[in-house]
């Protein structure tokens, strides 16, 4: 069984995705930790976000088994992650190796999984929550962890981030027509579980 998540920052989805795929006893890949381990190392080597050959050689040789969550959290690491994540030679780079994960039985969660990495994928879920209810939970989830957190511009980064990944040319982040519509917005995560794994087992 292969389940498609997908939605903007801060919906939710990562949540969702690791609890039902431990539900389901299925894998589960976060595909935004690939374009932020790509982002970070053009950052660590010091090297230009904005060099389509020089981020896809990266991708391609990108270390799966090295990929540490905590350094890859850093905003300024989402930020640079969304920028390598417009390039087409980018996205080419780690397209195989989300289809050879997905290929066994997976959970996949990202911006173009029902779209494009596994278009044909059992269950697609578009989690989604409104900009203001993503800003409030990023700030209260920094909070929590002892972080500077300041509500405005969590908003503003996320509004920006969203025009960016919705509005690209390749893989943009879209509902499909056949993905059930998960918004979050007035549901806590335990709810929002509930939900998916009945959308699931209607399936
Ligand atoms: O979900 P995230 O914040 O970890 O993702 C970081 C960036 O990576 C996001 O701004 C867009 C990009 N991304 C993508 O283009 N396609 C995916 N399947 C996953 C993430």
Redesign the pocket.
Known sequence: MIIAI?GP??SG??TLARRLAAHLGLKHL???????AVAAELLNRGLPLDDEATAAEVASGLDTGALDRDM??AHEV??A??K???MPAV?AALLKL?RDFAATGAV??????GTV?CPDADVKLFVTASAQVRARRRTDELAARGKAADFDAILADLVK?DA??AG?AV?P?KQTADAHLLDTSEMDIETAFRKAVDIIDSI
């Not at 976060?30 to 932020?36: A, E, K, S």
């Not at 996949?108 to 999984?113: A, F, K, N, V």
Request: proline residues 0%; glycine residues 12%.
């Open positions: 997908d920052a801060a989805k990562g976060d595909t935004g930790l690939l374009y932020r890859l959290s989402g930020e992650a969304s390598v994540a417009v996205r989300q996949l969660d990202g911006r173009d999984i990495i981030r960016r990944d690209r893989a982040l």
